[in-house]
Each structure stands twice: as C-alpha cells, then as structure tokens.
C-alpha cells in the first residue's frame, strides 16, 4: 500500500505537471515571457530565442497540489502506523519551504530579465545574499527542531571512510554552503534541453531509494512527486524544447534536492548524489581560472562542459543521455555508501 501512495503521487504530479505545461506555453507565449540567447553561446542556439521560460512553475504547482491531495489521503488510511515524528514533519514542511523561496528567488531573477530583455536579472550578490537567507532560514528551524526534541542538534557528518565527523558549531556553516553551492550548481546544469529535467529524475529516483532503506515515507512521497514533476516537464522540455524552466525551477529544483538530502539526514550522500551539477559548476570554475593564469587561453571549449561536449559534435539528446548515466553511477554510489 505504501508503494501504491507513492504511485499515485508520482501520476498525480506528472499529470498535473504536464497539464499546466500545455497551459502555461501558451499564456507565456502571450505574455512574451522568451528566453534571452546570448550571442557567447553556441551559435546554433539562437533558433531558440524567444522560447517561453519560467516553465518551472509546471512543476512548482504539480509537486505541490499533487502532495497536498495525496499526503493527507495517505495519512488518513495509515492513521499513526506509519506517522512521521514531529520532528520528521518539520523538516519536512520547512525542506518544501525552503525549495518554494529558492523558486521564487528564480521567478523575481526571471522576471527581471524578460522585462530587461537581457540574460541578466538579479546581480550575483543579490542572489547570494537571498539564497543564503533562505538556507539558513532552513538550516535553523532544523536547529530549533533538534534542539527541542533532542536537547541538542546533529552536527555530525558521515565522511566516506572516516565515518562520523563531529563538525560542532561549523557544521551549520558548512551546511549552509552545501545548499546554496547545490541550488546553484543545478542552476548551471540547466543549459541544453531536457539536461536539467533529465538529471533531477535520476537523482529523485536515487531518493526514492533510499526512502525505502531508511523507512522515510514522507521522503519517499516528495521524491515521488519530484520524479512526476521531472517526467511531466520532460514532456514539453526534451529537445527540441517547447518551454524551458527559467531560474524559476532550476533553483526550485536545486532547493528541493537539498531539502530531500538534508530530510534523509546524510550530506554525504546528498553530495553524491549532486556531483553531476558539482562537476557542472566546477567546470565553470575551472574554467575562469585557467584563462586567467594561462592569459586568455580556454580548457574547455566552452563552459559548463556541458556546451564543452555540444561544441565537439555531441547532439543535446546524446548529451541529456550521458550525463543522466552518469549521474545514475553517482547516485548508486550514493545508495551504497548510505547502506554503509
């Protein structure tokens, strides 16, 4: 019965997701709500100049709805048999919380730049400043939560082959880095059609896993909800794409990982699990620091290495295709080294 709740919150958000994509193509279309092609990128990419964008409100609104008609339906029949803990409920609501003040970071950075007409919306120290806001908002209704209901907060990590690191007063900064890095990173993986979409359902399936392994079943509800989510968009956002996400579900996106990682209570998984998007972001990075010391010269083609590939003659299908079996081996690590 359990995988049957599951079931149907992933159908749910995947019928929903997809109805509010037709929906919301049309209504952005008419609002010209277009995405902005820099002429830096690909050249072959200014065919999609003008494509609607903010269509992670799809998503936002199929996860959500799907949750709030099939979670209290799953309690109802379940009663208090498999009830969460309070302490479990909270991170719960405050893990979706967080991933709803991410999106709108995204939606505000949207907006700014389809009314600009320029790819630039919020300045990076904006973003950053909102961003970690929104983390340690998070961050510290898990402290008040563990604190309650623990007498004191769980600031240990699992680091691979050390095994339980007591990270004390650190570990809340180092938290708060995590997420806003995560968030952030997906935000640099959503670059080519379907890519994002794509690598977000791997990792959901990764998460629903592991909600089996450890017997979370609100952890496996939302993840059940992201993978639907993920499948609905997929619909309109597999090449060629109809609507892209935007900053707008990118950074839902990115803040709902985080939020799942930290649900199940393992960093180190988490960051398994995120290590496509880390190895996205380290490209960029990567990249900005060789052509500084090397004066001008570039190590990628172009950055994220995901237009490195595209550049070299991989088509985005091919591309979306990799990167989501790579992160399946990154996710299977991640699995087993959860079990450890």
């Known amino acids: 019965m359990i995988n049957l709740y599951m079931m149907l919150t992933l159908l749910a958000s ?15 279309s008419r609002l010209k709500f277009g995405q902005t092609i820099l002429k830096i990128g690909p050249s072959w990419h ?34 208090k048999k498999f009830m969460e803990t309070d302490f479990m409920i909270v991170k719960l609501i405050s893990g979706l919380l967080m991933a709803l003040g991410f999106g709108l970071i995204g939606f505000v950075d949207d907006y700014i730049k389809i009314k600009r007409k320029k790819n630039l919306g919020l300045t990076a120290k904006q973003k950053l400043i909102m961003q970690f806001m929104v983390a340690s908002s998070f961050l510290l209704s898990i402290y008040l939560s563990e604190t309650t209901y623990f007498s004191s907060p769980i600031t240990t990590v699992n680091i691979p082959f050390f095994g339980l690191v007591d990270l004390n007063s650190f570990y809340w900064i180092f938290s708060s880095f995590v997420i806003v890095g995560i968030v ?71 803040g709902l990982i985080c939020a799942l990682g930290f649900i199940m209570g393992d960093i180190s998984v988490l960051i398994m699990f995120s290590m496509t998007y880390i190895l996205e972001m380290f490209s960029v990075m990567i990249q900005v620091i060789y052509f500084k010391i090397s004066h001008g010269k570039r190590l990628f083609k172009m950055s994220p290495i995901h237009h490195h590939f595209e550049m070299t003659g991989f088509s985005e299908k091919k591309i979306c295709i990799l990167f989501a079996v790579s992160t399946l081996l990154f996710v299977s690590f991640g699995i087993l080294l959860g079990g450890i």
């Open 46 to 79: 200014q065919k999609k100049q003008g494509t609607p964008t903010m269509g992670g409100i799809s998503f936002i609104l199929g996860i959500f709805i799907s949750l709030i008609v099939c979670v209290p339906a799953y309690y109802f029949n379940f009663g």
């Open 14 to 28: 995947f019928v929903l997701t997809t109805i509010f994509g037709k929906i919301l193509i049309p209504i952005l």
């Open 184 to 254: 952030n990173a997906v935000n640099f993986t959503d670059g080519i059609d379907g890519l994002c979409s794509s690598v977000s359902l791997v990792c959901s399936i990764g998460f629903i896993v592991m909600s089996k392994l450890l017997n979370m079943y609100g952890l496996g509800l939302i993840s059940s909800s992201m993978l639907g989510g993920c499948l609905g968009f997929l619909v309109w956002n597999f090449y060629p794409a109809k609507m892209f996400m935007g900053d707008t579900g990118s950074l839902f996106m990115g």
